[in-house]
Each structure stands twice: as structure tokens, then as C-alpha cells.
């Protein structure tokens, strides 16, 4: 674990945001052929000690309702990037999905100088068709 790579935002004392990001260790498992024994773990050790990854992914990221659309999620982002690319350890960080509907997180993805690599599609199956359907309001 890179403790840079784990970010929290308080107000008093109180937290009210977090940002998880972990290296990516899928790039160590394609050598382990679908196993995960004690041999396979020794190597990851030194696989990780040896050459270590030049990638992030995020696994969390939020903030407690009453302090959103305050601008504590873009300064979050922004101020931990900045750290981590100072580090210049990590070549690229992958900060999970954004639903199109969520232009605000768009926006900070590339105000960072983010890419789209992926677009998620979310599907959603009304068993009962009677009942009516609205899409999620876009926020912003």
C-alpha cells in the first residue's frame, strides 16, 4: 500500500470525504497461470519489490451528503494528482466509472487531464411494466 495514494478530507475533526486508490496488481497476476499458492505469493512480493506498478486504480471515492456540490471532490482529486504525479511513480490512474449522467465528475476527470479509456453502460429491466420510468436526473 502507498499511503499517498489514500486521501481523506475533514471539516472540525469530522471526516467528510475519502478518495482509495490502490496499485494495480493485475499486472503481476497474468505470470501466476490462474494460481495463487504460497510460490505465487513469494514472487508477487518480489515482483512488487522488484518492478512496481506504474498503475493506480481508484476503489472508493466519496463524500458525506451534506458537504457535496461544495467543490470538495474536485479539490480532493486535484490535490492528491498532483501529489501522486510529483511522485512520478504511477504513469496512469484509473479512477473507476462516471455515469454520463454526472457531468460534474466528468468534468474533474478532465481537468486533470484524464481520458475516457471505457464507456460503462448501465441496463436496467422493469419486471413490472406498468410501473412508470424515469432516467436518473443528469446532476450539475
Known amino acids: 500500500m502507498d499511503e499517498k495514494l489514500v486521501w481523506f478530507a475533514y471539516y472540525k475533526e469530522e471526516p467528510i470525504g475519502m478518495w482509495i486508490n490502490i496499485p494495480d496488481l493485475n499486472q503481476y497476476f497474468k505470470y501466476f ?5 504460497i510460490w505465487q505469493k513469494l514472487r508477487l512480493l518480489l515482483l512488487q519489490k522488484t518492478t512496481p506498478s506504474r498503475k493506480i486504480n481508484g476503489v472508493a471515492f466519496g463524500i458525506v451528503p451534506k458537504f457535496q456540490a461544495l467543490g470538495i471532490d474536485a479539490f480532493m482529486i486535484y490535490s492528491g494528482t498532483l501529489v501522486i504525479r510529483k511522485q512520478a511513480r504511477y504513469q496512469l490512474i484509473e479512477m473507476g466509472w462516471a455515469g454520463d449522467w ?19 453502460i448501465t441496463y436496467r429491466y422493469n419486471f413490472d411494466r406498468s410501473r412508470p420510468f424515469e432516467r436518473h436526473p443528469v446532476v450539475g
Do not use: D, E, V
Not at 33 to 37: A, D, E, L, T, V
Not at 102 to 120: D, E, H
Open 102 to 120: 454526472n457531468p460534474r465528475m466528468l468534468g474533474i476527470y478532465k481537468a486533470i487531464g484524464g481520458i475516457q479509456s471505457r464507456r460503462m
Open 33 to 37: 497461470n490462474g494460481k495463487f499458492g
